[in-house]
């Protein structure tokens, strides 16, 4: 399984993101930091793994703490350290990518 992304024209190769999920959890929903820094991967693990797209795909962390698969995730406007991901358990949760830590759960109706 190879992802590729295109970044201003040339083809970035993130081939390797697929080894990183580990356990055979599949990539469910992808998309970028407000900022455009880290490309993230929403997997059905339930966890989101961040990569840093600038510097060539390099592993940035992982978020941990949605209850089942994510579905959506994006990153927040005016806030480049925050990010929203919609799970499969019926919560919206916000992270700080900094600390890796939930800072605000919604639940949906």
Do not use: P, W
């Amino acid at each position: 399984l190879v992802y590729k992304v295109i970044d201003g024209g040339r083809e970035l190769d993130m081939g390797y993101i697929a080894r990183g999920f580990g356990g055979g959890y599949h990539a469910r929903t992808v998309g970028f930091t407000f900022d455009g820094a880290l490309l993230m991967v929403g997997c059905d693990d339930g966890d989101v793994y961040m990569y840093d797209h600038v510097m060539g795909g390099v592993f940035a962390g992982s978020l941990k703490g949605n209850g089942k698969m994510v579905n959506g995730l994006v990153g927040m406007v005016n806030d480049d350290n925050l990010v929203a991901t919609a799970g499969e358990d019926g919560f919206v949760r916000i992270f700080n990518i900094q600390t890796k830590s939930v800072v605000h759960t919604f639940e949906g109706e």
